[in-house]
């Protein structure tokens, strides 16, 4: 373990939620549950909270996207840090992928980060230890079965291209 390292402290480059009006729906859930609680209040029909609890569950698990100023991936000399994850030591990493998936009528990037170990040995920091109150928030990564750490890199303030070229070259060059 690293001395002193932990999500708040990680320095290096670092990439965070940007503030685009793609999180608009975050707001509007959030007041169509103040509005449906108040339905339920002055009504007093039982079906109106129902419509907030959907509406307020939304809200909840999207609050990680409101987060802007916060690092939620990057990297520094240790290796690829991940918000609620960890941080990937260089030389535990095989490949790191740029991938393009097709999904209805638009297509997302995803990083993909091929373990090379398993994950407990590839982890100098493990993260995925969270608050009961973060429990069922958004995570920004997720892992398939073959040890490959996924994260979808449209909700990022920088563009796709540029995380993973950063990431490729700071990969290689700590690497060596």
Known sequence: M???LDEGNVGGYSVAYGREDTYFPVYVTAALAAVFLTATWITGAIWWLALAAAATGFTYYNIPLLEAGRPTIGANQYGIFIQAFGLIRWRAIAQIDL????ERAMSVHELQIALNVPLGSALVADWRKRPAYRLLMRL????DH???VRINLEPFDRTPDEIHRTFLR?????RS
Do not use: C, F, K, Q
């Not at 991938?99 to 097709?102: D, K, S």
């Not at 920004?140 to 892992?143: D, G, K």
């Not at 700071?170 to 700590?174: A, H, K, L, Q, S």
């Open 2 to 4: 690293v001395a002193g």
């Open 170 to 174: 700071m990969w290689r060059y700590y």
């Open 140 to 143: 920004p990564w997720r892992m």
């Open 146 to 148: 073959r040890g490959v």
């Open 99 to 102: 991938v393009e998936i097709a």
